[in-house]
DNA sequence: CATCTGTTTGCATGGTCTGCAAGTTTGCAT
DNA sequence: ATGCAAACTTGCAGACCATGCAAACAGATG
């Protein structure tokens, strides 16, 4: 039997996990998260202390729980693509489409940053998941362009060039506060300027248009075949 | 009175906390960090525990205070710098400079890649110090190319760029086993590759030679400042 | 020397993490 | 349905960690 696709435990344990992490979330935006315990947390999610740690490893790790960013989707994206084309304007295509399809995930993941401003223990851990995207979308390139990530210089810094490009276009984005449909935009904004070598001093689009005919960021990723 | 530039008080500080450091870097060596306590590198360094903790503020810190990486000596030499030609170029020089004449400090840097392969709890840590050193970078270029690093996305790339580039640098100088001499040749190639906008496949030099003629690394910055 | 300030230390408290064993629920096959 | 096995929850215990406080101590200063 399928049950549904997914067996009623499998069902369960998702959702003690996000009850968890929204309890966590919740009481972190009320209180802060210095003055939560695990103790309140586990109180308020309905289960005991001890089950909160079979679910997270640290509040934190529960608070950052509660947003599904779903990068790692794209990542999985990417993996399954036959390779084509520069790899940047392919990331770039299948970030700006994510962010156009997913715009409540990209909400919330840009709502941690202003989690961190007043949690700063948060940063530790939203850094170490770059990080591990970091490292997981530079393997892959390593095997889709035939160099080797632990030897050439290419993989890791293209892996780490898309990543700083999503995680600045968030972090603007979220200080700039949240406009509409801009976050598209600054994405691809952001990769042109990584594929472009950073020109000095060209300025970011600003809020709107989102679309402006005379600087067309179609121009994305001839830059990246230049000897 | 100056006491000889400083007083016996704060000498004996600085001794006590490279002790500590010290400490805490052998016994992880040796035994894991997961293995040690605060007690035992407290016992190690003949200080109390509560010492410790005056001193840092958990092991990880402890066994990254043993590292001075120095790089933040080379962020103040740019702050200090007036700004003329591209930033990234400017990096480039500056970090270039900074490993050839400071061998042992980058050798050190490069062995946290080694002791976070066996102990990877030290990684959240490292990762925080690199996004520290970006959002400096990052609000000193907004200051010096007129842009805002809060609203503008030029800065923060440019900084995670840089910063990028020397990690991932260090990461693979690290893995070839620290060639002698390897390193200042694998930072240019970065910020070269950096600054042509990734160029697909390019493969980065191999170990030797250092210099090869028929790919100058005098062609960084050419790019950026294309439109 | 006398005093003032900053450091070390022990102690106490509250919080976190993990293993273990007992009890409960679910999955599955009879 | 019934029963068994695997998985999940829970309480408890033990080790570790972080921090405030106050007393003792040592360097600085005059």
Redesign the interface.
Known sequence: MDMGRLGLREMKKQMTRKTIADAALQLTEEKGLDDVTIDDIAREAFVSPRTFSNYFASKEEAVLGAFNLGVDQVLDDFSSRRPEG???QTLCELMYDYARENPTQLRQAAQVTALELKNPSL???R??R??EMIGQLSYRLGEC???DA?????P???A??AI??V???L??WS??GLPDEDLPG?IQ??FN????????????RPTRPLRNPSDPPQDLGI?????
Request: no cysteine.
């Open positions: 520069p790899p940047l940063r530790k851990f850094v170490e770059e990080v362009t035939g160099t632990n030897t050439d210089l290419y890791s810094l293209v780490a060039a700083s490009a995680s600045a276009s972090a603007i200080l700039r600054l904004d952001a300027m990584v594929s472009d070598g950073y020109p000095t001093q060209r300025r970011t830059a990246a075949d230049r000897p």
